[in-house]
Structures are given as C-alpha cells and as structure tokens.
C-alpha cells in the first residue's frame, strides 16, 4: 500500500489525482474525515462496492451504505431530496454527520434492492476534494481497530490495512469517534439513529 501524506488543512492536487486514478481502476483508498478515517472506493462501481464490504464484513444487502460527496449539488444527485431534508442538509453540512435518505435510481446495482442510502458532506477538504475529481461520490465506511487508538494512528492503520488498501491518504493524527447519524427518510420527524461527533437538534 502506498502512503501520500498531507498537511492537515491543504489539498495536495497530485495527491488528489492519484487517489482518483486508484479509485477509478477500482481500488480502494483510505483517506481522512472530519470523523475517523475512512476506506473508501468508487460509489459507481459495483465491483469495488463489493470488494470494499468484504474487507469491512459488511452485507450490503442488509447494512446501510453511505456515500461521501463533495458538495449538495452532486448529492441531490444520488439521493432524494425533498425542502425538509434540503433544510438539514444545507444546516449541518459541510460536518460530522451522516444523513439517511431515499436513494434514487442513479445508484449502482449493489442499491438496487436498497431503497436508502447514507450521505455524507464531511468538513474535511481532502475528502471532498475527492469526491469533486472523481465526478461521483466515494461509497465511504469507516476504519476498524480492535483498539480504539489505533483508530486515530495512520501508523497503525497503515499497517492494519496494508494488503487490503491500495493507497493511504494520510493527514495525521485522526479522531476516534464516527458520525452522528440522523434518519430522514420519515416525513414526521428526523430520527438521531446514533450520537456521534455531530450534535443535532432541530
């Protein structure tokens, strides 16, 4: 696995276009969030989708997706979006939260049973940098460690991932704790499915 590293706060471009080249051959990347790292691989590939839930012991059948994007406009793309969900998502977004939705058809086939998709616009420029020069979101899932440390540890993840990730995006020391996620597919109320870093009140 080969490691590009950043300064917290800048966008290397190179860096940026060889992530996307990887993820474009249908690689996977870790890269960092404004939450934990993440792994990450192209949203529009079902191949790599596939390949990205093996490593993660995900069902994509039964377990909720989530996609990173780099800005509202690109995820109203992949997402329906209705003026309440609109609302939310321009309040709390750019930030640590993931927000379920209704998917649209867009999605790849691994969706297609799927009727809800998480999306994710993280107040990290590193990670919607990605999404901007991929042209399409990152289908994103969070680092795993069996100590909470090493979560934050590019050291450590580099080595817990090393056959499994094809490129790491390193920006140093990260956090320990995921996102906040808020349910908005229920016309009544937005539902806090579970706390994380990001507080949401209405």
């Known amino acids: 696995?080969?490691?590009?590293?950043?300064?917290?706060?800048?966008?290397?471009?190179?860096?940026?276009?060889?992530?996307?080249?990887?993820?474009?051959?249908?690689?996977?990347?870790?890269?960092?969030?404004?939450?934990?790292?993440?792994?990450?691989?192209?949203?529009?590939?079902?191949?790599?989708?596939?390949?990205?839930?093996?490593?993660?012991?995900?069902?994509?059948?039964?377990?909720?997706?989530?996609?990173?994007?780099?800005?509202?406009?690109?995820?109203?793309?992949?997402?329906?979006?209705?003026?309440?969900?609109?609302?939310?998502?321009?309040?709390?977004?750019?930030?640590?939260?993931?927000?379920?939705?209704?998917?649209?058809?867009?999605?790849?086939?691994?969706?297609?049973?799927?009727k809800t998709v998480g999306i994710r616009i993280p107040g990290n420029q590193v990670a919607r940098a990605l999404a901007e020069a991929l042209g399409n979101p990152v289908l994103s899932a969070s680092v795993s460690a069996d100590e909470p440390d090493d979560l934050a540890s590019p050291e450590a993840l580099a080595l817990l991932y090393k056959n499994q990730a094809d490129l790491f995006l390193d920006e140093g020391e990260g956090r320990t704790e995921g996102t906040t996620v808020v349910d908005l597919t229920d016309s009544s109320a937005p539902e806090v499915v579970r706390e994380g870093l990001g507080h949401f009140e209405e």
Do not use: W
């Open 1 to 114: 696995m080969k490691i590009l590293k950043f300064y917290p706060g800048s966008v290397n471009e190179r860096h940026i276009e060889e992530a996307v080249s990887v993820l474009r051959d249908g690689g996977i990347v870790i890269y960092p969030t404004d939450s934990l790292y993440a792994l990450g691989c192209n949203a529009l590939d079902n191949r790599a989708i596939i390949k990205l839930c093996r490593i993660k012991g995900i069902n994509p059948d039964k377990q909720l997706l989530s996609v990173v994007c780099a800005d509202l406009s690109q995820a109203a793309e992949y997402a329906r979006i209705d003026n309440r969900a609109f609302r939310y998502l321009r309040e709390f977004l750019p930030g640590p939260f993931t927000f379920i939705l209704n998917a649209s058809t867009t999605l790849p086939k691994v969706f297609k049973d799927r």
